[in-house]
């Protein structure tokens, strides 16, 4: 099986509000794959899918060949042991230090002993450079080392899928380098496959092998970072040179903007 993941016209509404119009798409084992779109486009909403917590309305998502909405529960939860997940906040338990917040999850759903636990920490730690930051606490942490601690929590049980949601926002450039350097490294090296959700373009064509853009529900442009960098699709060039006019909207949908004043202009 070459797809990890393979989301077929999936469809999603959070009550009346249709915001998944029918996705189709692969994510390739061993690749990173990006999901581009605007604010509010859907991305974190595909991404719940993949670790089932939210049901699709109609279509399905399948991880591994198993479609996810009919595991049981514990199927569920096994499979998601196989996925790591670094959210747009980092996560932390502000409550454990650096070393705990990694060992946590092997402690909760493992019996592996507290020595090999100890020295499955530190390689992970030591992958993103904070093996020597183990006993600091989240808030001692700048916001750079502390998405490196996420990162390196996120790959603690090995996982086959490691899911980033905005992993660069509010990083300065030279921590943002980082992290996106360390994802590549981390996918190569672990023989994972990613799933990245950004909107910093830039930064994620350095790293990505594929990309898929979505806006109002579906995948509307996809291609590896060369067809998508000459691409001529307006959704594409909008997002490339970073235009703010063009197909994808500013404005949250609604009644048009005189319509809610009291006074007409
Ligand atoms: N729990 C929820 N209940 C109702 N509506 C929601 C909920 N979560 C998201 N939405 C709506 O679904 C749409 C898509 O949201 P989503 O968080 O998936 O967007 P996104 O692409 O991840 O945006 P961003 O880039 O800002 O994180 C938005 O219009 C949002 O208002
Ligand atoms: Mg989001």
Known sequence: MDNLIEVNDLHYSYGTRKVLKGINLTIPRGKIVGIMGASGSGKSTLLRHFSGQLRPTRGSVKFMGKVIHDLSIDELYKTRLQMGMMFQVSGLFTDLSVYDNLAFPLREHTNLPEELIHDLVLMKLHAVGLRNARKLMPSELSGGMERRVALARATIADP?????????????????NTIANLIRKLND???????????????????????????????????????????????VWQFIHARPDGPIAFQYPGPPYPDDLNVKP
């Open 160 to 176: 086959a899928l490691i899911i980033y949601d905005e992993p660069f926002a509010g990083l300065d450039p030279i921590s943002l």
């Open 189 to 235: 090296a672990l023989d994972v496959t990613s799933v990245v959700v950004t909107y910093d373009l830039a930064e994620s064509l350095k790293i990505v092998d594929y990309i898929y853009f979505i806006h109002d529900g579906i995948v509307v442009a996809k291609g590896d970072v060369g067809e998508m960098i000459n691409s001529q699709d307006p959704f």
